[in-house]
């Protein structure tokens, strides 16, 4: 929209949804604690399901409820345990097979990993590329799985910066703004990084681009 800038678009994106996935589900990425990166993988295959955000929100919820907080832990609740809490949370079509896989990815990080996702940051040299790469061998982890996973761990994980995927990069066309993620990441700070990147993905889900320009115009 004529007379836009770009730092009012910013502004009004970070107000309309500058929350990360990460802080809406509690689970303190810039700690990069053990537990805090274990939480956000388990989301992150949760999320790149073919189901809705909020209900990925509400499974995580679910499973973090019954102290399934690390990969031992998930690992040796029963399937049906982790079926049945999974159901109950809106997996009704993905409850047996999301439960299996998190049997597998759970005991692949305890086999590669001690359980630790840390250590997979250190296998990959810190290397953004084959951090992808490697996050992609756990079971239930794809590229939509990688990238929900690399753009919140932004917050912790410096080489990261700035990680923007496809569809945050898509939303920025959308809105006028930088589509190279260097570029894009120079109009905020370095902590909001993070948040300017979930901010463009919940836009794109949220199909709102268009009152985001009109908000942030002039007189909007």
Known sequence: MAG??????????????GRTYAEEIDV?????????????????LLASARIRTPIAVGAFRALREQGWTSAAALGEASWADRARVLNRSGYA?????????????????????????????????????????????IKGIGPVGADIFLREAQAA???????????????AAELGLPTDPRDLSDLVEREDVPRLVAAL??????????DVRQAAAPGG
């Open 4 to 17: 836009t800038d770009t730092g009012a678009i910013v502004r009004e994106l970070l107000a309309r949804h």
């Open 157 to 171: 994980w410096d080489e990261l910066v700035p990680y923007a995927d496809q569809r945050a990069l898509a939303a």
């Open 28 to 44: 303190d990425v810039p700690a990069d604690t053990a537990e805090s990166m274990f939480g956000l993988l388990v989301f992150a």
């Open 201 to 210: 993905v919940r836009t794109r889900l949220e199909h709102d681009a268009d």
């Open 93 to 137: 079509r993905y409850d047996e097979s999301t439960s299996r896989t998190f049997g597998d990815a759970c005991a692949y990080l305890l086999d590669t990993y001690d359980g630790d996702i840390r250590r997979l940051r250190d296998a990959a040299e810190r290397t953004p590329d084959r951090e992808r790469v490697l996050l992609q061998k």
